[in-house]
Each structure stands twice: as structure tokens, then as C-alpha cells.
């Protein structure tokens, strides 16, 4: 279990990470062409919608960062936690074999699929590992037919 000091200090850390992405976002997005030549509006650039995602990251990521600061400032001080754990390389691992090994290369609906169970499957708790499986196959079934139809039959996307 973790202490208050290394809540604290991951929400400081986290929150600055946060927002350090979300800047990204917002520039790489103000970089975008607007097609002010061919008669675009401010309304129809494509960087509008990732640039306001990315302000949101950096607002969040702020009120991420201004509790941890207040944890800190409020005497949770304590041993620094490890940057990078188990949990985090698990997570980190999972999604670079997703995106660099299996999207393009494998059928979507089945690359998604397995990525979305081994993740539940790796986070889903205390439950025994009946439940964790059934969960998981079924959590990794229904978010890729989910995900499949909304973007193929709704916003017209062809997924790789």
C-alpha cells in the first residue's frame, strides 16, 4: 500500500507528465494546415479537436500536479517511490506490442480484441481467475465489436 508522500509525489510527477503531453498536442495541432486557401474556417482545421484535447490534458494534468503539490506541502513527505514499476512496464509492454506489433499487421477486430482481455485480465483485481478470465474475454469481445462498429459504420473510418 502506498503511502500519502508517494501519492503525492506520482500525482506531482504525473500531473506535470500530463501536461508536458497535452502542450504537445496543443502545439503539434496549431502546426496543422487550416486550408485558409482553399476557404477552411477556424471551425473545420483538423488540429481543432486534438488541440482542444490537448488543453484539456494540460488543465487536468494541472489539477493533477496542484494536489500533489498540496499532498507534499501538507507534511506527506516520505520515501520516493520508484518512477517506473511492474504495474507500469506491464502496461507499457501491452500497449507497444499492441501498437507497433499488431495494429496494421494482424485483422483489427482480433489484435483489439486480445489487447483489450490481456489488459483487463492484468488489472482485474482480486477476483479469482475464473472471473478474471470470463471478464476478460468478454470485456476484450464487446470494447472491439464496439469499437469496430462505431468507427466503420458511424464515422465511416476504414480501421486497419
Given at each position: 500500500?502506498s503511502?500519502?508522500?508517494?501519492?503525492?509525489?506520482?500525482?506531482?510527477?504525473?500531473?506535470?507528465?500530463?501536461?508536458?503531453?497535452?502542450?504537445?498536442?496543443?502545439?503539434?495541432?496549431?502546426?496543422?494546415?487550416?486550408?485558409?486557401?482553399?476557404?477552411?474556417?477556424?471551425?473545420?482545421?483538423?488540429?481543432?479537436?486534438?488541440?482542444?484535447?490537448?488543453l484539456?490534458?494540460m488543465l487536468?494534468?494541472?489539477?493533477?500536479?496542484?494536489?500533489?503539490?498540496r499532498?507534499?506541502?501538507?507534511?506527506?513527505?516520505?520515501?520516493?517511490?520508484?518512477?517506473?514499476?511492474?504495474?507500469?512496464?506491464?502496461?507499457?509492454?501491452?500497449?507497444?506490442?499492441?501498437?507497433?506489433?499488431?495494429?496494421?499487421?494482424?485483422?483489427?477486430?482480433p489484435?483489439?480484441?486480445?489487447?483489450?482481455?490481456?489488459?483487463?485480465?492484468?488489472?482485474?483485481?482480486?477476483?479469482?481467475?475464473?472471473?478474471?478470465?470470463?471478464?476478460?474475454?468478454?470485456s476484450?469481445?464487446?470494447?472491439?465489436?464496439?469499437?469496430?462498429?462505431?468507427f466503420?459504420?458511424?464515422?465511416?473510418?476504414?480501421?486497419p
Amino acid at each position: 500500500m502506498s503511502t500519502g508522500g508517494e501519492t503525492a509525489r506520482a500525482d506531482l510527477r504525473g500531473g506535470v507528465g500530463w501536461m508536458v503531453f497535452g502542450f504537445a498536442i496543443l502545439a503539434l495541432s496549431w502546426r496543422m494546415d487550416r486550408f485558409e486557401t482553399m476557404g477552411g474556417t477556424i471551425y473545420t482545421a483538423p488540429g481543432l479537436v486534438p488541440g482542444i484535447f490537448g488543453l484539456l490534458l494540460m488543465l487536468m494534468g494541472g489539477a493533477l500536479a496542484l494536489r500533489g503539490r498540496r499532498g507534499l506541502r501538507a507534511g506527506a513527505a516520505g520515501e520516493p517511490g520508484p518512477l517506473l514499476n511492474s504495474r507500469i512496464a506491464l502496461m507499457l509492454v501491452l500497449t507497444l506490442v499492441y501498437a507497433a506489433l499488431l495494429v496494421g499487421r494482424a485483422p483489427f477486430l482480433p489484435a483489439t480484441m486480445v489487447f483489450v482481455a490481456a489488459f483487463t485480465w492484468a488489472y482485474g483485481g482480486e477476483s479469482s481467475t475464473r472471473r478474471r478470465i470470463v471478464t476478460a474475454v468478454l470485456s476484450g469481445l464487446i470494447a472491439a465489436t464496439v469499437i469496430v462498429l462505431v468507427f466503420e459504420r458511424i464515422f465511416l473510418v476504414r480501421l486497419p
